[in-house]
Protein backbone atom coordinates (compact mmCIF):
# COMPACT_ATOMS: atom_id res chain seq x y z
CA UNK A 1 0.00 0.00 0.00
CA UNK A 2 1.25 3.50 -1.28
CA UNK A 3 0.79 6.28 1.77
CA UNK A 4 1.44 9.10 0.16
CA UNK A 5 -1.33 11.45 1.23
CA UNK A 6 0.15 10.21 4.80
CA UNK A 7 3.26 11.85 4.29
CA UNK A 8 1.88 15.03 2.16
CA UNK A 9 -1.27 15.79 4.59
CA UNK A 10 1.62 15.28 7.72
CA UNK A 11 4.09 17.78 5.95
CA UNK A 12 1.50 20.17 5.63
CA UNK A 13 0.32 20.11 8.63
CA UNK A 14 3.83 20.40 9.93
CA UNK A 15 4.75 23.38 7.57
CA UNK A 16 1.46 25.02 8.74
CA UNK A 17 2.63 24.48 12.23
CA UNK A 18 6.23 25.99 11.70
CA UNK A 19 5.00 28.75 9.71
CA UNK A 20 2.79 29.58 12.83
CA UNK A 21 5.30 29.53 14.73
CA UNK A 22 7.74 31.63 12.90
CA UNK A 23 4.67 34.41 12.08
CA UNK A 24 2.02 34.26 14.86
CA UNK A 25 2.16 38.07 15.03
CA UNK A 26 0.64 38.34 11.41
CA UNK A 27 -2.83 38.29 11.83
CA UNK A 28 -3.30 36.67 8.42
CA UNK A 29 -1.32 33.62 9.79
CA UNK A 30 -2.71 33.42 12.90
CA UNK A 31 -6.27 33.27 11.58
CA UNK A 32 -4.78 30.95 8.69
CA UNK A 33 -3.62 28.26 12.10
CA UNK A 34 -6.50 28.56 14.05
CA UNK A 35 -9.18 27.90 10.42
CA UNK A 36 -7.01 25.02 9.54
CA UNK A 37 -6.24 23.22 13.02
CA UNK A 38 -9.04 20.96 14.16
CA UNK A 39 -7.21 20.86 17.77
CA UNK A 40 -6.56 24.85 17.97
CA UNK A 41 -10.14 24.84 17.53
CA UNK A 42 -11.19 23.03 20.65
CA UNK A 43 -7.92 24.64 22.77
CA UNK A 44 -9.35 27.85 21.89
CA UNK A 45 -12.71 26.88 23.56
CA UNK A 46 -10.92 25.99 27.14
CA UNK A 47 -7.77 27.95 27.17
CA UNK A 48 -7.24 31.37 26.25
CA UNK A 49 -5.59 31.65 23.64
CA UNK A 50 -3.73 34.83 23.60
CA UNK A 51 -1.80 34.13 27.09
CA UNK A 52 -1.14 30.34 26.17
CA UNK A 53 2.33 28.63 27.37
CA UNK A 54 4.45 26.86 24.88
CA UNK A 55 3.91 23.41 26.61
CA UNK A 56 0.58 23.67 25.51
CA UNK A 57 0.87 25.46 22.11
CA UNK A 58 3.64 22.64 21.98
CA UNK A 59 0.96 20.06 22.38
CA UNK A 60 -1.26 21.93 19.52
CA UNK A 61 0.98 21.44 17.30
CA UNK A 62 2.01 18.23 17.28
CA UNK A 63 -1.82 17.09 17.50
CA UNK A 64 -2.43 19.03 14.28
CA UNK A 65 0.50 17.38 12.78
CA UNK A 66 -0.86 13.76 14.13
CA UNK A 67 -4.49 15.29 12.95
CA UNK A 68 -3.18 16.20 9.56
CA UNK A 69 -1.51 13.06 8.77
CA UNK A 70 -4.69 10.78 10.29
CA UNK A 71 -6.59 12.66 7.53
CA UNK A 72 -4.00 11.83 4.66
CA UNK A 73 -3.84 7.84 6.39
CA UNK A 74 -7.68 7.52 5.70
CA UNK A 75 -7.03 9.39 2.63
CA UNK A 76 -5.14 6.33 1.49
CA UNK A 77 -6.68 3.67 2.63
CA UNK A 78 -10.12 4.81 1.02
CA UNK A 79 -8.25 5.06 -1.88
CA UNK A 80 -6.43 1.78 -1.50
CA UNK A 81 -9.78 0.07 -1.42
CA UNK A 82 -11.60 1.87 -4.56
CA UNK A 83 -8.44 0.35 -5.73
CA UNK A 84 -8.25 -3.03 -4.57
CA UNK A 85 -11.87 -3.32 -6.05
CA UNK A 86 -11.71 -1.78 -9.29
CA UNK A 87 -8.60 -4.37 -10.05
CA UNK A 88 -11.37 -7.67 -8.96
Known sequence: MRTTFTWMFT???AALC??????????????????LSIPA?????????????????LVIYVLTIATWALVGYIIDRIAFGVRRRSRQ
Do not use: P, Q, R
Not at 18 to 35: E, N, S
Not at 43 to 54: C, D, G, K, L, R
Open 18 to 35: FIHYVFHDHDAIYMLFYA
Open 41 to 57: WFASISTNIYEISMTKM
Open 11 to 13: CIG
